[in-house]
C-alpha cells in the first residue's frame, strides 16, 4: 500500500492511454491533481527525482512511439551514449518527449499505465 494522500497526475489530455489511465483513477476513487504535460513539462530536476524514485533507466522517461522522438532520431542518440543529465535536459525542452501518464504519490512514481502495477501500488 502506498501512501496516496497526494497523487500528481501528469497527462496528455489527448492521449487515449492518459484517458484511460484517468478513467482508472476516477474508478477506484483516488483523487488527484491533474497536470497538462505540455503547458506545465516537467523540469530536468523533477525528472531526475522522478527517476531516482522510480528505480527506473532515463530512457523508460522518452515517450518512444511519439513523432518528436523519431523526428529528433533519439533513439540513436541514447544508444551513442547520451549522458543521463542530457538526457533529462532535452526531455525538460518538450512535453511531447515524455512518456505519459506519469502519477506520482508521495513514496512511488508510475511512468505509463499499466494497469496491474497501478493497482499494485495504488489500491
Not at 523533477?46 to 515517450?63: D, S, Y
Not at 513523432?67 to 533513439?75: A, C, F, T, V
Request: charged share 30%.
Amino acid at each position: 500500500m502506498t501512501d496516496t494522500a497526494y497523487v500528481l497526475f501528469i497527462e496528455y489530455p489527448k492521449c487515449s492511454t492518459c484517458k484511460k489511465a484517468k478513467k482508472w483513477l476516477d474508478e477506484h476513487g483516488i483523487a488527484y491533481t491533474d497536470r497538462h504535460i505540455v503547458e506545465d513539462n516537467p523540469t530536468a530536476a523533477e525528472i531526475a527525482e522522478w527517476q531516482e524514485r522510480a528505480g527506473l533507466p532515463v530512457r523508460r522517461f522518452f515517450n518512444t512511439s511519439g513523432m518528436r522522438y523519431r523526428e529528433l532520431g533519439l533513439k540513436a542518440k541514447l544508444d551513442a551514449g547520451m549522458t543521463d543529465e542530457e538526457a533529462r535536459e532535452l526531455l525538460a525542452t518538450d512535453g511531447m518527449l515524455v512518456k505519459r501518464p506519469i502519477v506520482v504519490t508521495g513514496d512511488t512514481v508510475l511512468v505509463g499505465f499499466r494497469e496491474a502495477a497501478w493497482a499494485e501500488a495504488l489500491l
